[in-house]
């Protein structure tokens, strides 16, 4: 009978069973997973905030005819304050999401203990919707009682769909959010160091993180697995667009 779905599975030999084949096999088979996610996602908001609200504060200083030195001055001071803000935004962030999960594994282990047959049909449950029948998924059922660590973890991963974090996670957040906007906020700011009109500095700071995004892109592109040329343009577009909203929004309060 043809596999369901589509699905062309190998066909497993009787050997593959044993401890013995199956350490030798995971030892042939070494699978590449990108396992960088949430460090990927903090640089990518931090870099990305970093290029587009330190250029709209310095464009829109630009257009009122004020001096490089203030534009300087005023651009690494948001820079300094954009870092640390969304620096314990990320902490915070972790953090929740750390007492969150420890919230969950006390409440799951505490009905594992006073409703365990309860949660037993809640792990048939969960293995039926992978299309396992009753006699296939109550050896797992009955194991999974004799371990309740095991069983715990079960239930916090395919129940809850919770993953244990790092606690080191807040942490490392913060400090790569920061740093990852402290360097996308330096770039369009770069410019007003060496060029005295803020005029022109404006225009080589607009061409300066147009390129920034592009490279952005294609570095997150390679990174997440998307295709890199594409993510370039996205990136950059979106970031032109963000950046011309907060230069227009800039120079609309300064009319008022």
Known sequence: ???????????????????????????????????????????????????????????????????????????????????????????????????????????EQEEIITVPDTEAAEVGELLSQYGLEPHEYGPIVNSLRKKPQ??????????????????????????TIAVSYVVGGMVPLLPYVFIPTALQAMFTSIGLTLVALLFFGYIKGRFTGNRPFLSAVQTAFIGALASAAAYALAKAVQAV
Do not use: C
């Open 150 to 175: 095991a069983w715990l973890e079960f239930m916090m991963k395919f129940e809850l769909g919770l993953e244990k974090p790092d606690p080191r996670r807040a942490l490392e957040s913060a400090v």
């Open 1 to 107: 009978m043809a596999p369901e779905d589509g699905w062309a599975v190998g066909r497993t030999t009787s050997s593959s069973s044993s401890p013995v084949a199956t350490e030798k096999l995971l030892a042939q088979h070494k699978e590449k997973h990108f396992t960088a996610g949430d460090m990927v996602r903090d640089v990518i908001m931090g870099v990305s905030d970093g290029l587009t609200v330190p250029f709209a504060l310095a464009a829109g200083l630009s257009g009122a005819n004020a001096p490089s030195s203030l534009i300087l001055t005023a651009g690494f001071a948001e820079v300094a304050a954009g870092a640390i803000s969304m620096g314990l935004g990320g902490y915070l962030a972790a953090k929740s999401e750390a007492d969150h999960y420890m919230r969950e594994l006390n409440r």
